[in-house]
């Protein structure tokens, strides 16, 4: 009985202080839910876009990670000239052919005509057009200007006269190959040529064993998908002739140049110097990379659907691609990466690039750390963009101009343009063009909560070494040659002899050319030298494939030529 009562007091005492818990325990759960709206949003700490933010206080440009703050200052470097080389003096291009290259009227065997099918985008293509040359050169073969790419993912319908200078490409080059506009009839009715596909990486044995046997007995052949279809390594005169086609007789359309020029002319306006950066940040330049940016399942998802454009490209690993160098820099990289080699926050900088992956919010570190921003839709108005906005390659050459003349030219990858360009800037003066050092920096950028501004750029430009557009910074024969045209560059030796007796007033830095590394260019002469997933080949007995095969696929170098 007693027990009972002991039962019933407690339960009376516990009903009598729900209330009292009820209210604390409501009190708590609007507590806990405040917190979480006011808390930050979670942030994934392996990503390099979203775990930070870039803003300016007091004059100085603070970039937020976390707790921790570093802090860049808005002056850059004054103790070496960032806008060019002292050794870059002492070489310039020399691609004159010698006495001993035979003129094309000596040398062009009659009803021998070669046609070509470029591919890919306006730098791909540019590649391609400059080959023809060199094989019909081989062959010994009349080349007919070549038709440009109006199928593939740029779905651009421009013509060959619609982007180059047809007149002067043929004139220029009269003296090395004889070029026609298009093929003549035979007999009075249209010649229709034998279609093929040359293996990549074609040699001159491999145009003569292969191409010049069907070539004599059909007399006229179209090589189709015409990209790197030619040997990187050459004879020295065949090379040169490569650099004559590329850097002197492939010339834009006066509109195409004047609107270029119109270009450049106003960032010179608005400052004596400026930057170039051919951003890549795009959306299939991502989905392609494998690389992953911290965009959570939205990310994944949005660049997986593109990635499925690829059939046979495999799935990789984020970490390990970022690791090996392979993943193109964000936006906010790219520009901490300018700011520690020197270049302050009131240099202009000039963008191309398309679509930006997560816009605005994506490019707004940049643009905090370079606020004198443009790109060519805010240098020009609509109306004159008209005549180019709706073809891609038109497009692209008009920013292929404002780098080519830009005072530093900075790439964000080691696609087609980059590697054109690159190529261009060495044969004119070695203007710099910088690339970055990917597989270095990924540790330095995450790191770089554990050390000051100073020390950050201090390892930034030890990093960067070798990888600024200096002259020799990569050995003859590495690389592709339009990206390192080694046999066309030539030494002042009597110069550069002066100078290398005289005291040693350069000091150290860039002008030592080569740091710990060199530039990791591949051998497209190798059978590793793969931009991506390259197309089966299918030859039939004699090596070649006929009858155009098709590829409905978008090819890598399609993706990366601009």
């Not at 979670?42 to 007091?58: E, V």
């Not at 292969?210 to 189709?224: D, F, G, M, N, S």
């Not at 306006?269 to 990379?289: G, N, Q, T, Y």
């Not at 100073?454 to 592709?480: D, I, L, N």
Request: aromatic fraction near 10%; glycine fraction near 6%.
């Amino acid at each position: 009985m007693a027990f009972h009562r002991r039962r019933n007091h407690y339960y009376n005492r516990f009903r009598s202080i729900l209330p009292l818990i009820f209210s604390i325990s409501g009190a708590l759960l609007i507590l806990f839910a405040l917190l979480s709206f006011l808390a930050p949003t979670p942030i994934d700490s392996n990503n390099p876009q979203h775990t930070n933010s870039l803003y300016a206080r007091n004059g100085v440009v603070e970039d937020t990670i976390g707790q921790s703050v570093l802090h860049v200052p808005k002056k850059g470097r004054t103790d070496r000239d960032i806008w060019s080389s002292k050794n870059s003096l002492y070489y310039y291009g020399c691609s004159n052919a010698s006495i001993k290259f035979a003129n094309a009227d000596a040398v062009t065997q009659p009803n021998r005509y070669l046609l070509i099918v470029t591919s890919g985008g306006l730098n791909q293509q540019r590649t391609g057009i400059i080959d023809a040359v060199v094989a019909a050169r081989i062959l010994n073969a009349t080349l007919v200007v070549p038709r440009l790419d109006q199928k593939s993912f740029w779905k651009d319908s421009s013509d060959f006269p619609e982007i180059f200078d047809v007149d002067w490409y043929i004139s220029s080059l009269s003296k090395d190959v004889k070029i026609i506009k298009s093929l003549p009839k035979r007999g009075g009715k249209t010649w229709i040529p034998r279609n093929m596909r040359v293996p990549r990486k074609c040699s001159e044995r491999c145009y003569q064993n292969r191409i010049l046997p069907v070539l004599l007995k059909r007399h006229a052949i179209q090589l189709t998908k015409f990209d790197y279809r030619v040997a990187n390594r050459l004879d020295t005169q065949l090379q040169k002739l490569r650099c004559r086609v590329n850097y002197h007789a492939l010339k834009f359309t006066d509109p195409i140049l004047r609107m270029g020029e119109k270009l450049v002319h106003r960032m010179r306006m608005k400052s004596k110097h400026f930057i170039a950066l051919h951003l890549r940040f795009e959306p299939d330049m991502l989905a392609f990379s494998g690389c992953y940016y911290g965009g959570g399942d939205k990310e994944r998802k949005e660049l997986g659907a593109i990635r499925k454009r690829w059939k046979t490209l495999h799935v990789s690993n984020p970490d390990k691609e970022r690791r090996h160098g392979k993943c193109p820099l964000t936006p906010r990289e790219v520009g901490l990466m300018l700011r520690a080699l020197g270049y302050s926050s009131d240099i202009h900088i000039y963008v191309a690039s398309g679509e930006v992956y997560g816009g605005e919010e994506t490019l707004a570190p940049l643009k905090a750390l370079f606020p004198n921003f443009y790109t060519k839709e805010t240098l020009a108005s609509k109306e004159e963009l008209e005549p180019f906005s709706s073809f891609s390659s038109r497009m692209a050459a008009l920013d292929f101009i404002v780098c080519d003349e830009s005072d530093v030219f900075v790439t964000n990858n080691n696609g087609n343009m980059a590697r054109i360009l690159a190529g261009r800037r060495r044969y004119f003066g070695h203007k710099p063009t910088i690339r970055p050092n990917a597989k270095k920096l990924y540790r330095l950028f995450l790191n770089q909560t554990t050390m000051s501004w100073e020390a950050f750029t201090s390892k930034m430009r030890t990093y960067q070494r070798g990888f600024m557009g200096e002259p020799k910074e990569v050995r003859p024969g590495r690389g592709e040659f339009h990206e390192n045209p080694h046999t066309c560059i030539c030494e002042d030796s009597e110069a550069k002899a002066k100078k290398d007796s005289g005291p040693g007033k350069y000091g150290k830095g860039y002008d030592d050319v080569l740091g710990d590394d060199e530039p990791e260019l591949p051998d497209p002469d190798d059978d590793g030298y793969q931009d991506g997933p390259q197309e089966k080949e299918q030859f039939n007995g004699t090596g070649m494939d006929y009858d155009g095969i098709t590829n409905e696929e978008p090819e890598l170098e399609e993706i990366l030529s601009d």
